[in-house]
């Protein structure tokens, strides 16, 4: 019964970690929350930081997934910089230390473009797709 358990968390986690276009789905939606995001950072609003927190842990938990799934070590290793970084904000906020949540959130934002740089390409036709 373990052993059947196991298999099949192993191909939900494979199969999920697979889907590119469910990939996108979580992805694509990052770009115009981190403007939101900017204009929180430098407004010191910590309800819309909060928010946006929550939305990145999710999403660069998703894609730590992912890229395991495609065996991609490199960008694995940037998805748990970015989630300590997002935590590091998140726990900064809930301590109520703006301005240490805005250090913490310029970390962030620098974790966005190396990976983006290595694992994702533009097609002919202008879209974004990625590479490994």
């Known amino acids: 019964m373990k052993k059947m358990l196991l298999v099949a968390a192993a ?8 889907d590119e276009a469910e990939f996108s789905k979580w992805m694509k939606p990052l770009g115009p929350q981190m403007k939101k995001f900017g204009a929180a950072l430098e407004a010191k609003d910590k309800a819309e930081m909060l928010t946006t927190g929550k939305l990145l842990k999710d999403s660069y938990t998703k894609t730590k997934t992912y890229f395991a799934g495609k ?3 490199g960008a694995v290793a940037l998805a748990d910089k970015s989630l300590a970084a ?3 904000m998140l726990s900064s906020l809930n ?3 703006m301005d240490k949540a805005v250090s913490d959130a310029a970390a962030v934002r620098g974790t966005c473009k ?3 740089d290595q694992y994702r ?6 879209q974004y797709k990625i590479k490994l």
């Open 11 to 18: 191909l939900g986690v494979a199969a999920f970690g697979q």
């Open 71 to 73: 065996n991609a070590a």
């Open 86 to 88: 997002v935590e590091a």
């Open 95 to 97: 301590a109520d230390n």
């Open 114 to 116: 190396p990976c983006h």
């Open 121 to 126: 390409e533009r097609t002919p036709e202008g």
